[in-house]
């Protein structure tokens, strides 16, 4: 089992850098694909960006790219995820997961997921 907790969200203002977090616990860290998601009210979840086990190789949605970054660091056993050039539309609850493989945007192959953190974008 990985016991994934996100924190970091809250409120910020459009233009505006947030950086959530997401500590896990439990099975080696780098064993595991983490990726992002978000869902906004009244809508799917969405894939935002993905990391590889050791961090050399990312993946972003385009909605983002270029403006969030995705990182890792295995030794705090923590992803992170860079929010800049923030926009209302990026208003959702923010969730970590973890996979085996690497399966980027693909929601259902994530074995562990965290319980979110909200990320409010004003305008």
């Known amino acids: 089992q990985v016991q994934l907790v996100e924190s970091g969200g809250g409120l910020v203002q459009a233009g505006g850098s947030l950086r959530v977090s997401c500590a896990a616990s439990?099975?080696?860290?780098?064993?595991?694909?983490m990726g992002w998601f978000r869902q906004a009210p009244g809508k799917e979840r969405e894939f935002v960006a993905a990391?590889?086990?050791?961090?050399?190789?990312?993946y972003y949605a385009d909605s983002v790219k270029g403006r969030f970054t995705i990182s890792r660091d295995n030794a705090k056993n923590t992803v992170y995820l860079q929010m800049k050039s923030l926009k209302p539309e990026d208003t959702a609850v923010y969730y970590c997961?973890?996979?085996?493989?690497?399966?980027?945007?693909?929601?259902?192959?994530?074995?562990?997921w965290g319980q979110g953190t909200q990320v409010t974008v004003s305008s």
């Open positions: 997961a973890a996979a085996s493989s690497w399966v980027v945007d693909n929601s259902d192959r994530y074995n562990y």
């Open positions: 439990g099975r080696t860290f780098s064993n595991y694909v």
């Open positions: 990391i590889s086990w050791s961090g050399g190789r990312t």
